[in-house]
C-alpha cells in the first residue's frame, strides 16, 4: 500500500533551526514533494527531490534517502512567518500522472 | 503570469444538492488535478485530467466527477451532496505529466448543511 508518515506537531522558537521527518512507502517512486501552507490559504511548493541527498533552498533544504524511504525538510533561522503546515507528498511512479500522495502535513508553530 | 485560479471561493449547499466548482490553470498548463483536504484525512488525490482526458482517479465515489476543456479550464461535479463532503477542493495545474512541479489555487471551500 501507499503510506506517507509526518510528526503532527511541532513547536520552535525564533533563530532555531527545525528538521521535519517524513518517512513513506509507496508500491513505486518518482519523486518527493514539500510544500508549505498557511492557515486558510493554497500550498505553495518547496522543494523537490528525485534523487538521493540535500538540496538546498535559501534558508529551507531537503533531503531524501530512497532506501530508507525517508526525507526531511530542514528550515533555518526560523522567522514568525514560517508559522505553517508543511505537507510532504510522494508521487507514485506506479500511477500515470501526476498524482501526489500526501501526508497530514506537520503544524509548525513558531514563538519568540 | 497569473496563477491558478478557482470559483467560486465559497459555497454552502444542503444534502442531496449538487455542485460544480471550476478551475483555471497556469497560462500553458495542460494538466489539472483535484484534491479533497480534510482535517481528518488531509489532502486527499481525485483525479487528474490532461488534454481533455482522466488520466488518473483517486480512490472516491462514483458521486465525484470532472471534465476539462479544450483550453485547459476544469470543472469538477459532485452530486448527491453528503455531509461528510464539506471540505476545501483544491486544484493544482502542472506543465505536463510526469515529474513536473504542480501549483495550487486557493481553493473552494464547501459547507453541507
Known amino acids: 500500500g501507499q503510506n506517507i508518515d509526518q510528526p503532527t506537531e511541532m513547536t520552535a522558537t525564533e533563530g532555531a533551526i527545525v528538521q521535519i521527518n517524513c518517512t513513506y512507502q509507496?508500491?513505486?517512486?518518482?519523486?518527493l514533494f514539500w510544500y508549505q501552507q498557511h492557515a486558510g490559504e493554497a500550498p505553495t511548493f518547496l522543494s523537490y527531490?528525485?534523487?538521493?541527498g540535500l538540496e538546498e533552498k535559501g534558508r529551507f533544504s531537503s533531503f531524501l534517502s530512497r532506501s530508507k524511504g525517508y526525507s526531511y525538510l530542514l528550515l533555518k533561522e526560523l522567522q514568525m512567518k514560517d508559522s505553517a503546515s508543511y505537507l510532504c507528498?510522494?508521487?507514485?511512479?506506479?500511477?500515470?500522472?501526476?498524482?501526489?500522495?500526501f501526508g497530514k502535513g506537520t503544524t509548525l508553530s513558531v514563538s519568540s | 503570469k497569473a496563477g491558478v485560479t478557482q470559483t467560486p471561493r465559497y459555497l454552502i449547499k444542503t444534502r442531496g444538492q449538487q455542485v460544480t466548482l471550476s478551475c483555471s490553470p497556469i497560462?500553458?498548463?495542460?494538466?489539472v488535478s483535484w484534491y479533497q483536504q480534510t482535517p481528518g484525512q488531509g489532502l486527499q488525490f481525485l483525479f487528474e485530467?490532461?488534454?481533455?482526458?482522466?488520466?488518473n482517479k483517486g480512490n472516491f465515489p462514483g458521486r465525484f466527477s470532472g471534465r476539462q476543456f479544450s483550453n485547459s479550464r476544469s470543472e469538477m461535479n459532485v452530486s448527491t451532496l453528503e455531509l461528510g463532503d464539506s471540505a476545501l477542493y483544491l486544484c493544482?495545474?502542472?506543465?505536463?505529466?510526469?515529474?513536473?512541479?504542480?501549483?495550487f489555487g486557493p481553493g473552494t471551500r464547501l459547507l453541507v448543511l
Open positions: 493544482a495545474s502542472s506543465l505536463a505529466q510526469t515529474t513536473e512541479t504542480q501549483y
Open positions: 485530467y490532461f488534454s481533455e482526458t482522466q488520466r
Open positions: 497560462s500553458g498548463h495542460r494538466s
Open positions: 509507496t508500491s513505486g517512486f518518482n519523486g
Open positions: 507528498a510522494v508521487r507514485d511512479q506506479g500511477q500515470a500522472g501526476t498524482a501526489l500522495i
Open positions: 527531490n528525485v534523487l538521493d
